[in-house]
């Protein structure tokens, strides 16, 4: 190996570290993933949530109104 890549911190020196290097890269990205994966997960619940929390509130609002919710959209005339 060179004297840049010798001196260098991250680079591995035989296998072994090599090895190490790899394991401990991957189960990085594996956390990141993780993370990543759960936030996701939790902002589609949100999003869910809000969807069903607008239905709601339009389906009271078209009832105050007096108008049929499921008639506006099954007497599309073709």
């Known amino acids: 190996m060179s004297d840049a890549q010798a001196s260098s911190g991250d680079v591995p020196e035989n296998a072994q570290d090599l090895t190490i ?4 890269l991957l189960e990085q990205m594996q956390q990141r993933f993780n993370q ?3 936030s996701i997960i939790g902002r589609i619940d ?3 949530n809000r ?5 709601k509130s339009i389906g009271d609002l ?6 049929d919710p ?4 099954d007497d599309d005339p073709k």
Request: glycine share 12%; aromatic share 4%.
């Open 51 to 55: 969807i069903d929390d607008l239905e």
């Open 21 to 24: 290097f790899v394991q401990n």
């Open 46 to 48: 949100e999003m869910g």
């Open 70 to 73: 499921k008639g506006s959209l």
């Open 36 to 38: 990543m994966s759960t």
């Open 62 to 67: 078209m009832q105050q109104a007096g108008v």
